[in-house]
């Protein structure tokens, strides 16, 4: 692995570096079970062992890493079940921001989020599924900002890192990404008519389809072109395609 030109800041030190290994693993740059060995990371990161482990224990707490006394760390996978736990409680909080935010948002807020619809769209329109998926992170986080309520607005924040990889791989399924687009469609229409309860069942309704289809993935792989592996590197798929 090459040694990365630009430093991390210090002030945020251990969480970009969880960040960074989050994406490798997202991006099938880190696989299941491949052990990450902390001298060439802190080569790769220039930083020293002691927030590359906090990195590695944040990972731990969300699942994404497995950490093996007197062996190190090892890139796991959660189980299904706790896949749908996890989405369970995503489903209900986010539900709830969105009934927040249908109530307490402004026209200037509508407004604002109908532009980050706006870029789902468009990045629907060119197939572009890891665009897509920054996008609706990007929603998704300013829809729970307008629900003006600090404490769901921390616990959706701690959870939507462990959510992040499993929305990407749920696309792959056969019109997901067509299913995706219309939920958020008429997501916009309930916020649109300020209908609090309205948003808050699409919303519930959209987590609870991302999971549905993320778990029919990992057990009839054969759904995806040429029977893959949801799990593994996007990018050696798309080559495969």
């Not at 062996?71 to 996890?86: I, T, Y």
């Not at 539900?95 to 935010?101: E, S």
């Not at 706006?118 to 900002?145: M, S, W």
Request: glycine share 4%; aromatic share 8%; hydrophobic share 35%.
């Amino acid at each position: 692995m090459a040694r990365m030109d630009r430093a991390i800041p210090v002030r945020t030190l251990h969480e970009v570096i969880a960040n960074r290994i989050r994406e490798m693993i997202r991006k099938g740059e880190l696989t299941v079970g491949e052990r990450i060995v902390e001298k060439r990371f802190c080569e790769m990161f220039g930083v020293s062992r002691t927030p590359l482990r906090e990195a590695l224990r944040a990972l731990s707490s969300e699942g994404l890493v497995e950490l093996v006394p007197n062996r190190g760390a090892f890139v796991s996978r959660p189980s299904m079940a706790e896949v749908r736990d996890l989405f369970q409680v995503m489903a209900v909080l986010e539900g709830t921001a969105a009934r927040l935010a249908a109530d307490r948002m402004t026209p200037a807020e509508f407004e604002k989020l109908s532009r980050f619809h706006g870029r789902l769209e468009r990045c629907f329109e060119r197939r572009d599924p890891e665009a897509y998926i920054r996008a609706n992170h990007a929603y998704h986080t300013f829809v729970q900002k307008l629900s003006r309520n600090r404490t769901l607005d921390e616990l959706l924040t701690g959870l939507r890192h462990r959510v992040f990889l499993y929305r990407y791989q749920q696309l792959y399924r056969p019109r997901r990404f067509q299913e995706s687009i219309r939920e958020h469609r008429l997501l916009m229409e309930a916020f649109r008519h300020r209908d609090p309860e309205g948003a808050e069942r699409r919303m519930r309704e959209h987590l609870l389809n991302q999971c549905e289809a993320l778990v029919s993935l990992y057990e009839n792989p054969g759904e995806v072109p040429g029977g893959a592996d949801p799990t593994r590197p996007a990018r050696e798929e798309r080559r495969k395609s």
